[in-house]
């Protein structure tokens, strides 16, 4: 019922307040005359192929100002007419994304029989908006040597960060998210049309979901000046999509490689400590698209079927063990993982113009994708039973609306969902139930399990959560706008409503419902969990805002006033039985979080010298933080949290001494008391030490929050962003800006443990070993450990480090360097340079509450500044039509950690007496954050491909080249630092786990017509 009532009020929305969050291109200028008076009344026309409805129209202003908004992207003839002037033309008007082309006319006294052609090139400076973009349009993305998936494209953006690194494909349409200027990895939006693709516990980041980027008419980036259609200030994709007109046509494109088409770059990561490379064994990528009329002139379809494809081996091997509950050892076989995966897809656009004035869209996205469904996995430290296979079947549904109701006031709507319905993980094993997965930890040297630190196997043991799950993730976006459009000014009122809903069910693991960790094949820590949960977690934002802008001579202003209210709600969740639940628990409907807040966004841009060839642009706002499920505006505060031993977290590790060598916990584990430490060792039983206190208590939340910062304004995780930058046309067609760019964090939520309040400290040293900076024995910090009489317990209150005094920063600061060309039709060039560091100081929360990091001496880090390079080149040669084209990408390394475990003979002494909770040891990391990056990737591709012409088809047949260089980048390091066993390589300290995949080639088809 609830649903259907939201469901009713988003129509009405819909019908009564029309809108657009999409930004999209326009056309202003001045019209004068032979003395340089300006012209009122001038009628000015855009027409293009571009638009449907063929041309738009605007009068000039008193101030002789016209503009035209609402434009896609495409080439435009703009004329000029006015009673008793001459007409004037200009046609070759290219526009693409936001770009507000300036374009200004001189009318001189004639008749309307006489016509004057203007020549020009198509300006390329951006004198209107301060808003930062790149445009790469659907001919750049079919004549660059890319994977066509979105990850492949935003990797080309200077400025974004990946959490992937993929060469040619190799990696698929997984989930990969992107940000910028040291946002969170959620904050990249990824829409179609300006309607979300993202996932609901993402907070609308990218999900599951693939967009169909080779079939867009253009992709836009916007990587900061966003005004009030957005939410946050993180990089935002949209694709424009391809419609359907009079004219048939369509493109069929392929491509592919056997594993015999790469080449082998392993030799060296071998010899230091690589298990085994990522090598290609098959590849493919069928794609058909077709477009045309239904009814000419009024309705019109384009649809586009995908069906792509890998197959690669994995840097991990199999257990000789797998499968077989009496056996707790990693025996390695020859027979190397697979990773694998397959993505299906198939969509319809339909396209109507209803009345003159009335357009609309319909958009429909079946896809299907599996991954590791061989038995596979993709981790050097995961044993092939110990992974999982992926599933998910995304549905994508849209419907826009867009109406220029006069040539001043402009109307338009959209709804959107993303349903994702029964996806998540399935074991590898059959009879996973009946085995306890085991991650060996492989301290200071081993040679059990294969002598692979941080190696899990056995069974499903894979964050987010132990075990496997199935979830529904659905998210509703809907919108509504309307503008009124003036020669100078520009004004837009809007609504934005999104529905965020996520049910995580049947977290399954092995009966025990325990994992475990062992040390040398030695069980040393266990863990426990509650479940299965059904886990409910629902959010609402809704969001008004007003923007103007207004063009004075050469001065642009723009500001920009949003209201966002988000609301969360947590409906009906249950959790167990299982061995520590007797019987299901049943948590009430919860209400969540209610905030609202204020965000402005102001920006300038000034035409230095009057020839829209100079811009001077300074812009800066306040955006939120993602309304995601592990926030506090979205599902941290949820009571399910308030359980000890759900999801990956369990109840916290706990020490035990395996007496009897049975590999079976033999003391008290019972989850309905609290877990007080038990010696049986008198009578040859185990030792367990002290576990968490609260696990198994069903009454007392574990976790409360400050009454104000749950509800009320102001209450949400923010930053400010300010932007300085200059743009200037060098030569026609080709231009470059230069930019500072600097964000600010703030609304830190601090977590007091009030059941902790004494700690013991430890100035904790470095080990002497050549292998650290300065052969070590240096002074690595101060660590805390909780007195043992407070271990275990947990009574945590949150707030806001703000409302506590309490100073905690994070600040992005940087400068960015882009250029853009493009050279008539065969040479286009776009790339740029990002260079920039983050900085955070949160000392003040750790000595006041040395709980929320003591084992983290590191609370202040200035990052070094890193400058990664991005972009590409396409050109088509003269007369014999062959097509040449390149990416590259120069990024820095991540920074490196040596994780190292300190047994407690080392502690004690420093501590005065031994660790809490009857630890082994403590793992400190012994080199500062930002002290050492690893491996910078220069990865270069290339394509080279012949293009044949006839009847009005264009095909071209081209070899690309991936890893060009047959860089052998370290992409995935082991951490830990440890005294390693000479004859096992992959105990050392920064030995390769992974590593950029080899050079190989691909044959490419693609017909168009």
Known sequence: MRVAFRAAIVLALLVLV???????????????????????????????????????????????QYRIEDLRPGTYAITFRLSGFSVVERPGIELTGA??????????????????????????????????????????????????????????????????????????????????????????????????????????????????????????????????????????????????????????????APGEFQQSN?????????????????????????????????????????????????????????????????????????????????????????????????????????????GSTNDATIAPEAHYNNHARPRVQQVTWASPWTNKLLFEAGWGANIIDNYGTRPNIENYSQLIPVTELCQQGCAANGGIPGLRYRSTATAPFVGAYEADSKVWTWRASAAHVSGARSFKVGYLGTQIVNHFADVQMSDAWMSYSFNNGVPFQFTQFIGPAMQNTHVTVHALYAQEQWTFKRVTLQGALRWDHTSG???????????????????????????????????????????????????????????????????????LNNYVGTNSTGSGARTWTDANANFVVDCSVNGVTPNTAVDNRASGGDFCGQGNL?????????????????????????????????????????????????????NFAVTDNLDQGIFGTADLTAPVDPRLPDGGGYAVGTIYNVDPSQSGRTNNLVNLSDNLGITQKQHWNGVEVNFTARIRQSLTLQGGTSTGRTSTDSCEVRAKFPETAPTNPYCKVDNPFLTQARGFASYVVPKIDVALSTTFQSIPGNNLSANYAYPNAVIAPLLGRPLSGNAQNITVNLIGTGTMQGDRTNQIDVRAGKVFRFAGYRTQFSVDVYNLLNSARVGTYQQSFIIPDPALLTQKWLAPQAILPARFFKLTAQIDF
Request: with cysteine; glycine share 10%; net charge neutral.
């Open 569 to 639: 709600l947590f409906p009906e969740q249950t959790i167990g039985p299982n061995p520590f639940v007797p019987a299901q628990i049943v948590v009430p409907e919860t209400n969540g979080t209610q905030y609202d807040d204020l965000t402005p966004r102001v920006s300038i841009v000034y035409d230095l010298f009057g020839n829209a060839r100079t811009a001077l642009k300074f812009n800066f706002g306040k955006y939120l933080a993602a309304a995601d499920g592990s926030s506090i505006t979205g599902g941290l505060t949820n009571p």
């Open 694 to 746: 609260n696990f198994g208590n069903f009454v007392a939340p574990t976790t409360r929050y400050d009454p104000a910062i749950l509800t009320g304004w102001s209450k949400r995780p923010y930053d400010w962003n300010f932007g300085w930058q200059v743009q200037q046309q060098l030569l026609p067609r080709l231009s470059v800006e230069i930019g500072y760019f600097r964000r600010i964090f703030g």
């Open 18 to 64: 029309p809108g657009s969050v999409r930004a999209q291109a326009s056309i202003a200028g001045v019209v004068k005359d032979a003395s340089g008076a300006v012209l009122p009344g001038v009628t000015v026309e855009a027409a293009s192929p571009a638009l449907i409805e063929k041309a738009r129209s605007a009068l000039t202003d008193a101030t002789g």
């Open 99 to 256: 770009f507000a082309a300036k374009v200004d006319a001189e009318l001189r006294v004639g008749t309307l029989a006489e016509t004057i052609t203007v020549t020009g090139e198509t300006p390329v400076v951006d004198v209107v908006n301060a808003r930062k973009q790149s445009t790469i349009p659907n001919d750049a993305v079919a004549a660059i040597p890319t994977a066509r998936l979105y990850h492949s494209i935003a990797a080309l953006v200077p400025g974004i960060t990946m959490t992937t690194q993929d060469v040619g494909g190799i990696a698929g349409p997984t989930t990969v998210t992107f940000s910028s200027r040291g946002g969170p990895g959620n904050e990249g939006r990824l829409t179609v049309d300006g309607m979300s693709l993202g996932a609901s516990l993402n907070g609308t980041g990218v999900s599951y979901t693939v967009a169909d980027v080779g079939n867009a008419a253009e992709i836009v980036f916007t990587t900061g000046g966003q005004m009030g259609e957005a939410e946050v200030a993180g990089p935002a994709m949209n694709l424009v999509p391809r419609q359907g007109g009079n004219r048939l046509s369509g493109t069929f494109f392929a491509n592919g």
């Open 266 to 374: 392993s030799a060296e990561a071998i010899a230091a400590g690589l298990t085994a490379p990522q090598e290609l064994l098959k590849i493919w990528d069928v794609n058909g698209a077709l477009g045309g009329p239904i009814s000419k002139d009024r309705l019109w379809y384009f649809s586009a079927l995908r069906y792509q494809g890998n197959r690669k081996t994995a840097p991990s091997f199999f257990n000789a063990n797998a499968d077989d509950p009496t056996q707790w050892t990693y025996v390695k076989t020859t027979r190397q993982a697979i990773d694998d995966g397959t993505w299906k897809s198939v969509n319809v656009r339909l396209t109507l113009q209803a009345t003159p004035r009335n357009k609309f869209n319909v958009f429909w996205d079946e896809q299907s994708l599996c991954t590791s469904c061989k």
